[in-house]
């Protein structure tokens, strides 16, 4: 019996008309090495039919509890056929980038049958170059970044010839509780869910001067380092000013709405990692800053720059190798500024990195997740009626943050799905009215930071010039990289007549 838990339960309490809480990623490939030549719907249900067992999250529906007195359960659909997941369209013409993620933001739109498990595949034919793309979108309360890759992976093989996967000769199975337990279990946590309120605010009282909002309010750096002393946490090193987490205005914020705009795009992570060895910072600093430079750039552009840096929300994961086969959330949230207020690059990548460097400090002493314990404070029923209106109202009041940027680490040698090769993979996230009109998210794929940046067109209709914002950050943060000398060329021990120069 799996319940879902209350994090999990936030992200279907977000969805409303204008917000669809799922994950996704967009993958490029190329089928010439397939043995067919073709990437086909037929050999894609297959391989899911093959490989269902390793992939948990695709073979769970919900199970509600009646009148949402309580959070929904996991159960198996035994009425499961993958083939009913998967669909196919091929673009009418030309093929190119700016069509395919028309396209893709047209089905990133709608939102997925809670009767169903919570989950989609597209493949897209018609590509230029004979390239084919593989949309896949999966409920937010199913995956978060990091079980998104590991059950992409469970689809992937290392050569173009798939891998044999046995499967199991018995699997246990995933059962909802029937309803007088449902409405029993609801009872209990009814009861318990003052001390559990109690308990929440008492833990999130440790984390109230890096949380957004609260962090501004008078007094929550005393509260929140009286709370870790009590506690028993070991006093951190902190800045003489802790950095400001109150968002400023900005075209990005306020309500949504439903349609969406996807624009993609790669960096080399040769050229990345060189400009954070030159700056002794990391690749997620680097990432960080060409984020902070492109929001600048498209900023100034409409003259509607704040004076003080935009303030990000960065998922990090906190998942365990004991938690690798949950279905779920197993993530928290860092909120840091992002200098997006500093004219200099250089100066940019040293205060990013200075200011992350921060936030992991303090993660890594705090000894639990606030997102988590946020989301367990009120309970279920209150949550599922009032979280939309609130984050509407947020909206226009006194938005937390800025936008959401995730950083997701993936794998450094080329992959195939099917026999054709992966070319790239896009990831793709959610956009709601707290977090803001845009969304920007990367995958490190086989020597490429592959970049979605996703926006609701009220707030970013122009989402392409955003991904140009990007590259031309990365050119500036290249400008400032000392250029590597070039190898000295031995000499020849004797000289080489022409006669040798001319190929026989």
């Known amino acids: 019996m799996r319940q879902l838990t209350a994090l999990d339960a936030q992200f279907l309490h977000a969805e409303s008309a204008t917000t669809a809480a799922h994950v996704a990623g967009l993958a490029i490939l190329d089928p010439a090495c397939s043995s067919l030549g073709a990437l086909t719907r037929e050999c894609l249900v297959g391989l899911l039919r093959e490989r269902l067992h390793l992939a948990p999250a695709l073979r769970l529906r919900l199970a509600t509890v009646p009148f949402g007195l309580d959070r929904p359960y996991w159960t198996e659909d035994p009425d499961l056929d993958v083939a009913g997941h998967v669909h196919e369209v091929t673009l009418s013409g030309p093929g190119d980038d700016a069509q395919l993620a028309e396209q893709v933001a047209r089905i990133h739109e709608r939102h997925l049958d809670r009767a169903r498990p919570l989950w989609e595949m597209h493949l897209i034919q018609g590509l230029t170059g004979g390239r084919v793309a593989l949309y896949a979108k999966v409920h937010h309360c199913a995956i ?140 997620n600093d680097v990432v960080m800053t060409l984020c902070a430079s492109a929001l600048r750039a498209w900023l100034r552009e409409r003259d509607a720059l704040p004076d003080r ?17 949950v279905v779920g959330n197993q993530i928290s949230v860092m909120v840091t500024p992002i200098p997006t207020d500093l004219a200099c690059p250089r100066e940019r990548l040293r205060v990013m990195a200075g200011t992350m460097l921060s936030a992991k400090r303090r993660f890594a002493g705090a000894p639990t997740a606030w997102l988590g314990e946020l989301s367990s404070v009120l309970p279920s029923a209150v949550t599922a009626l009032a979280t939309s209106a ?28 099917c026999g054709a090769r992966v070319l ?39 989402v392409w010039r955003l991904m140009g914002h990007l590259r031309e950050a990365m050119d500036e943060l290249m400008e400032q990289v ?21 190929p026989a």
Do not use: W
Request: net charge negative; proline share 13%; glycine share 6%.
């Open 424 to 462: 790239a993979y896009h990831p793709m996230s959610v956009l709601t009215d707290v977090s803001g009109g845009v969304n920007i998210t990367c995958f490190s794929y086989d020597g490429s930071l592959d970049f979605g940046i996703l926006s609701c067109p009220d707030r970013v209709a122009d």
């Open 144 to 283: 978060d970044g990091v079980s998104g890759a590991e059950l992409l992976a469970a689809l992937l093989d290392l050569t173009p010839e798939p891998r044999a996967v046995e499967r199991p000769e018995s699997e246990p199975r995933t059962t909802a509780p029937g309803l007088a337990g449902m409405l029993a279990g609801a009872v209990a946590r009814t009861v318990l869910q003052p001390a559990r309120t109690l308990y929440s605010l008492g833990r999130m009282a440790a984390e109230l001067d890096t949380m957004p909002l609260t962090s501004a309010l008078p007094g929550a750096r005393q509260v929140a380092a009286a709370t870790r002393m009590i506690a028993g946490r070991a006093p951190e090193p902190e800045p003489a000013e802790p950095p400001m987490l109150t968002a400023p205005r900005t075209p990005f914020n306020g309500p949504i709405g439903a349609e969406r705009r996807f624009s993609y795009g790669s960096i080399p992570l040769a050229d990345v990692k060189r400009v954070a060895r030159s700056a002794g910072a990391s690749v």
């Open 309 to 325: 840096p935009l303030i990000a929300a960065v998922p990090v994961a906190v998942r365990n190798a004991s938690a690798q086969e």
């Open 482 to 502: 000392e250029p590597v000398p070039a190898a000295p060329v031995a000499p020849l021990e004797r000289p080489v007549p022409v006669r040798e120069m001319v």
């Open 390 to 417: 609130v984050f509407r109202l947020a909206s226009i009041v006194l938005p937390p943050i800025n936008l959401i940027v995730s950083n997701v680490p993936g794998p450094q040698l080329p992959l195939y799905l």
